[in-house]
């Protein structure tokens, strides 16, 4: 059966205090939260960074334990369960269920769901999912409580291994980080700006027409998890694409980075699929190039590159880095042979971020399978009671 989320129960959008009234925000009373503590995978919040007064409760949206809140503005889809009451920005909207679903099987059946919800989101570099839509938004559940608890148990086993697979992808990166560290923190080596050592470029700044069939325009908001995500995607025209692609054409070991929004998160392209960009910094590399796509993908990830370039990122709620710092950019030039050396001990660990990589997928394969079979009567559940 399929059904809007509003009829399963009570739809709020959080607010923010004001900070400029003190008393709202001098005692740790009520958790705040913000989209940074509700995790990729289906989380139980049980932490914040901000708190509000009591005083405050009264301006502020507040819901209790076992309500579900979901991300609707920047990283779309997150979703975390309360253990109690809480307070929460615009960011997130939030369900409080209703007596017929079971809370935790709703946050499952949203968490299933969460690529047809990131497919409505209405802006190109920000996406945003506002109230209305996220009420209306539809999907499946089956009405038997007896079913939805089975669901959970068996779900509740696949997020274990999700949880603990990601944190061990956690682990090797910073292993990757430390090795960074270890191999190039002495400064030695020529002082380089990116720009004079990498051919630095950006996608089109113009706002091409999208229309249901044709290349993707792949923009900040479709680059995430070290990924290019292009079932998120708008679709342009060939003229477009041919026509963006003269000045920022994208090959195979090519180095992506956001630009606006989400600023930083750098990729190597590893696909020869046909696709433009717009609002990315591209950076290209020659056969004979005296630096390495893994060692400025890295670079680009590392805490120098925080202090070196994010300072100069503009802009309010939307952050951005213009194509000049980009190039600016100043770096110790490291031997070409110091740089293999480092990529092959990436490479190793990239096998082994692969592996957990395939696990998670299938594991995110098995949550929508499941639901949406046992839903459907087509698979029996045996779990321990």
């Not at 509700?38 to 007064?53: G, P, R, T």
């Not at 992808?169 to 720009?195: C, P, Q, S, Y």
Request: charged share 25%; with cysteine.
């Amino acid at each position: 059966m399929k059904v809007r989320l509003k009829e399963l129960g009570t739809i709020f959008t959080g607010n923010t205090p004001s900070k400029k009234v003190d008393e709202y925000w001098s005692n740790r009373n009520i958790k705040f939260i913000k989209p940074d503590v509700i995790k990729d995978e289906l989380c139980v919040i049980s932490s914040a960074n901000e708190y509000i007064s009591a005083s405050a409760k009264n301006v502020s949206r507040i819901v209790p334990a076992n309500s579900i809140l979901v991300t609707c503005i920047g990283k779309i889809g997150r979703v975390g369960i309360t253990e109690e009451e809480v307070s929460f920005n615009q960011q997130i909207n939030a369900i409080v269920p209703n007596e017929a679903i079971i809370p935790k099987y709703l946050a499952y059946a949203i968490y299933a769901n969460r690529k047809q919800l990131k497919a409505i989101a209405n802006a190109p570099v920000v996406p945003i999912i506002n109230k209305t839509q996220f009420s209306d938004f539809k999907i499946s559940i089956c009405e038997s409580v007896e079913k939805q608890n089975k669901i959970v148990r068996t779900l509740d086993v696949i997020s274990e291994i999700i949880t603990h697979d990601k944190k061990k992808i956690e682990a090797l990166d910073e292993l990757i980080k430390a090795r960074f560290v270890e191999m190039f923190d002495d400064n030695f080596g020529e002082i380089v700006e990116l720009g004079n050592v990498c051919d630095v470029r950006d996608g089109t700044h113009d706002s091409p027409k999208y229309h249901n069939a044709g290349y993707p325009l792949v923009t900040s908001k479709n680059i995430c998890d070290g990924k290019i995500d292009f079932s998120t995607c708008n679709l342009i025209q060939k003229e477009d694409y041919v026509k963006i692609n003269k000045r920022s054409k994208v090959d195979v070991g090519d180095v992506l980075m956001p630009m606006i929004g989400t600023v930083g998160n750098p990729i190597i392209v590893n696909t020869d699929k046909e696709f433009a960009i717009k609002n990315v910094a591209l950076i290209k590399f020659k056969d004979d190039s005296v630096i390495l796509n893994t060692f400025i993908k890295t670079l680009l990830e590392s805490d120098y590159f925080g202090r070196a370039v994010l300072s100069k990122t503009k802009g309010g709620t939307q952050k951005f880095i213009s194509l000049g710092d980009i190039r600016k950019l100043e770096f110790n030039l490291p031997p070409i042979e110091l740089q293999h050396r480092f990529a092959t001990f990436v490479a190793q660990i990239d096998k082994s971020k692969f592996v957990l990589s395939n696990e998670l997928t299938m594991c995110d394969f098995y949550i929508r399978l499941i639901h949406d079979r046992v839903m459907h009567s087509r698979i029996n559940l045996r779990v321990a009671q």
